[in-house]
C-alpha cells in the first residue's frame, strides 16, 4: 500500500495475475479490496479509497474479479462522490518521474450553500479522494479568502464539541485574508486564544504566523484582547518545549538571532507602536511586552534582546530612559545576550548614533578578540571589522587620542583575516572620501597600525598592495606610510592592477615608475621560481621608463635576482 512501490506492485500481480489459480485470484482480489490492515493509520475513507484504486485499476487492466467481487467493488466506487473512470488511468502513472501541471481548484462554491455545520465533514469526504488526476481541489482556500467569517464558523462549531481540526485551523490561520473586516478578525484571535494547551501548542507556528500579521488589526479593534491575546501566545511559549527547536541554531548561522516565535512578537509589537501612535499610555504596555518576551528562555529571550536591538535607535528617541536602563547593559561582553545584541546592531546604522555610540564605545573597544569566541560567520565579522574602523576613522581629534591604545590593541587582537579587512575597507575610505587618503587613511595607518614583525605577512603585504593599487595620485604619500609593512610575496596580489589605468590615464607604473619600483623590492619573491602574477609585467614596463640612473641600478640588481630564466624577456 506504499505509494512509492505500488507501481511495480500492481504491474507484478497484472503480469502474473493468468499464473494463480482461481483460488488464489479470488483470495488475491479479497485482500485488495479490504483495503489497508493498518487502520490505525487510515480513517474509514482512505482504506475505500486505496481498495478502490487498486481494484479498479486492475480489474480494468485485464485482471478478471468474480460476480460477488465486481459487484462489491460497484458498491465502494458508488459511495466515492464524483468518481470517474479516469482517475484510474493516472493511478498507476502518478509516481513516475516527471513534469506535470497541477490545477489548482479552489472554488468555494460547493461550500457557500452548506450550513456551516456540515462544512468540515464534507471537506473530509472530499479529501479522501487526494489528487483527482491532474486537478486539486482545495474550496476551503477559497472559502477563507472569500468568506472568512464564514470558514470560521465552520472550524468553531467542531470547537463547541471539543473538536480541534488541526489540518484545517492550519489552513484558517496561514491564508487568512489581510482585508478581511476587523469583526471577523476580532473573532478569530478570541477563538483561538482560548484553545487548550495541547492544540494551542500544535498550532503554534501558525498562531504566531497569524499573530504577525493580524495582531495590530485586532488592537485596532480591541486593546484588551489584543493584549489577552498577546499573553496567551507569550504563556504557551514559556510552557513548550520547542524553543531550542525554533532557535535552530544547528541550522542557521549562529548570528542569526531575530528569527523565531520571540523575533516574530517584537516585530509587530513595534510596528504598532510605530505606525498608529498610541495614546500616552500605551508605550507602558508595549514595553512591559518586551520585558515579558526577555524572561522567556532556551532561546527565546535572545531573540527578543536581537529584534529589539534592531530597532535601539528608534526606542532611543523615544524612551531613552527604558533604553538605557534594561538595554545598553546587554552589550557589554560578559552579558547573556552580548552575542545576539552585538551581531543585531552592527547590521543597523544605529552604532552610529552619537549618544548611543558613547554608550557602546568601552564595550566595543574591547571586542577583539572576543568575537572569535561567537563562531560568527565571515561576512558578519566582516561588516564588524567595518564599524569598528569607520567609527574610529571618523572619530574627533580627541576621541581619537583618547582610544589610541585601545584601538591599536584591539588591531594586535585580531586575526590575520580580519586586518585583510580593515586594510582592505580603510581602502573605500580613501576612494569615497574627499581627501581620503591624507585626512583619513594615512592618519589611522600612522596613530594605530601595529608595528611588530609578527604583524607583517604575506597575506596582509596583499592587502596593502590592493590598497596601493587604489590610491591613484596619492600613491607615493601612502606608499610612505605602508611600505614598513611589505614583506616578501609568493602568490597573486593584485600586482596587475598597477600597469593598467583608467580609460585616458597613466597606469601607477607608468605615473610613479621610481614608488613602483621601491614597492617591487619590498614585495620581490625570496624564491625566483615563484613569482607572483603580474610582478614581471611591472618589471618589463619599468625597463622602457625613464629611470635615473641610480634607480636603472636598482631595476638591474632586481633583474638579476629574478635569475636568468627570465633575463631574455626582461632585456629589451
Given at each position: 500500500w506504499d505509494r512509492h512501490v505500488r507501481l511495480e506492485i500492481l504491474f507484478l500481480i497484472r503480469d502474473r495475475w493468468d499464473d494463480f489459480s482461481p483460488t488464489e485470484q479470488t483470495s488475491l482480489a479479497d485482500r485488495i479490496l479490504a483495503g489497508p490492515i493498518h487502520e490505525e493509520d487510515y480513517d474509514g475513507d482512505m482504506l475505500r479509497n486505496y481498495a478502490v484504486?487498486?481494484?479498479?485499476?486492475?480489474?480494468?487492466?485485464?485482471?478478471?474479479?468474480?460476480?460477488?467481487?465486481?459487484?462489491?467493488?460497484?458498491?465502494?466506487v458508488s459511495g466515492i462522490e464524483?468518481?470517474?473512470?479516469?482517475?484510474?488511468?493516472?493511478?498507476?502513472?502518478?509516481?513516475?518521474?516527471?513534469?506535470?501541471?497541477?490545477?489548482?481548484?479552489?472554488?468555494?462554491?460547493?461550500?457557500?450553500?452548506?450550513?456551516?455545520?456540515?462544512?468540515?465533514?464534507?471537506?473530509?469526504?472530499?479529501?479522501?479522494?487526494?489528487?483527482?488526476g491532474m486537478n486539486e481541489k482545495q474550496p476551503f482556500s477559497g472559502l477563507i479568502r472569500q468568506n472568512p467569517r464564514k470558514a470560521l464558523a465552520a472550524l468553531s462549531v467542531k470547537v463547541r464539541h471539543k473538536v480541534y481540526e488541526v489540518e484545517f485551523w492550519e489552513s484558517l490561520l496561514s491564508e487568512w485574508p489581510e482585508n478581511a473586516d476587523c469583526q471577523a478578525t476580532w473573532l478569530c484571535a478570541a477563538r483561538v486564544s482560548r484553545f487548550p494547551d495541547d492544540p494551542f501548542n500544535?498550532?503554534?507556528?501558525?498562531?504566531?504566523?497569524?499573530?504577525?500579521?493580524?495582531?495590530q488589526h485586532v488592537y485596532q479593534c480591541d486593546e484588551k484582547l489584543a493584549w489577552d491575546f498577546f499573553d496567551r501566545v507569550v504563556t504557551q511559549l514559556a510552557q513548550s518545549d520547542n524553543a531550542l527547536q525554533d532557535t535552530k541554531k544547528h541550522e542557521r548561522p549562529r548570528h542569526d538571532y531575530s528569527s523565531g516565535h520571540a523575533g516574530r512578537l517584537v516585530d509587530v509589537l513595534l510596528t504598532t507602536m510605530q505606525s498608529l501612535n498610541p495614546t500616552p499610555d500605551a508605550p507602558k504596555a508595549f514595553l512591559k511586552g518586551f520585558e515579558r518576551l526577555l524572561l522567556l528562555e532556551d532561546g527565546y529571550a535572545e531573540q527578543a534582546a536581537s529584534?529589539?536591538?534592531?530597532?535601539?535607535?528608534?526606542?532611543?528617541e523615544k524612551y531613552p530612559d527604558w533604553v538605557s536602563e534594561l538595554m545598553i547593559p546587554w552589550f557589554d561582553l560578559r552579558h547573556e545576550y552580548a552575542e545576539a545584541t552585538w551581531s543585531a546592531l552592527i547590521q543597523t546604522r544605529a552604532i552610529y548614533n552619537p549618544t548611543l555610540r558613547d554608550n557602546l564605545m568601552p564595550w566595543l573597544l574591547g571586542i577583539f578578540p572576543k568575537v572569535y569566541e561567537w563562531n560568527w560567520s565571515n561576512s558578519l565579522e566582516r561588516l564588524l571589522v567595518q564599524r569598528f574602523v569607520s567609527l574610529v576613522v571618523f572619530a574627533d581629534e580627541n576621541e581619537q587620542n583618547e582610544m589610541t591604545e585601545s584601538v591599536r590593541r584591539n588591531i594586535m587582537h585580531m586575526n590575520d583575516q580580519s586586518r585583510s579587512n580593515a586594510i582592505h575597507f580603510l581602502s573605500l575610505?580613501?576612494?569615497?572620501?574627499?581627501?581620503?587618503?591624507?585626512?583619513?587613511?594615512?592618519?589611522?595607518?600612522?596613530?594605530?597600525?601595529?608595528?611588530q614583525i609578527k604583524f607583517k605577512t604575506e597575506k596582509l603585504a596583499g592587502a596593502w598592495l590592493h590598497l596601493l593599487s587604489r590610491s591613484d595620485e596619492n600613491f607615493p604619500a601612502v606608499l610612505e606610510v605602508v611600505k614598513r609593512f611589505l614583506v616578501p610575496i609568493n602568490t597573486g596580489s593584485g600586482l596587475h592592477s598597477f600597469s593598467r589605468g583608467a580609460e585616458g590615464q597613466k597606469s601607477l607604473v607608468e605615473a610613479f615608475p621610481t614608488h613602483v619600483l621601491?614597492?617591487?623590492?619590498?614585495v620581490k619573491p625570496l624564491q625566483p621560481s615563484k613569482i607572483p602574477y603580474g610582478f614581471l609585467d611591472l618589471v618589463e614596463v619599468?625597463?622602457?621608463?625613464?629611470?635615473?640612473?641610480?634607480?636603472?641600478?636598482v631595476l638591474s640588481k632586481l633583474k638579476d635576482q629574478l635569475n636568468k630564466p627570465f633575463h631574455r624577456r626582461l632585456t629589451r
Open positions: 484504486q487498486y481494484a479498479k485499476w486492475l480489474e480494468t487492466n485485464g485482471c478478471g474479479f468474480s460476480v460477488a467481487q465486481s459487484n462489491t467493488l460497484e458498491q465502494l464524483g468518481w470517474s473512470d479516469e482517475w484510474v488511468k493516472d493511478f498507476a502513472r502518478s509516481e513516475r518521474r516527471g513534469t506535470y501541471s497541477i490545477k489548482i481548484d479552489d472554488s468555494p462554491d460547493e461550500l457557500l450553500s452548506l450550513p456551516e455545520s456540515q462544512i468540515i465533514d464534507h471537506l473530509k469526504v472530499l479529501g479522501s479522494t487526494g489528487l483527482i500544535k498550532l503554534l507556528d501558525y498562531i504566531v504566523w497569524w499573530f504577525g500579521k493580524n495582531w529584534r529589539l536591538t534592531s530597532y535601539i535607535d528608534w526606542l532611543y575610505v580613501g576612494k569615497d572620501n574627499n581627501d581620503g587618503w591624507l585626512k583619513f587613511v594615512i592618519p589611522f595607518i600612522e596613530r594605530y597600525w601595529p608595528r621601491e614597492m617591487l623590492n619590498y619599468l625597463s622602457i621608463s625613464d629611470l635615473e640612473k641610480g634607480q636603472l641600478r
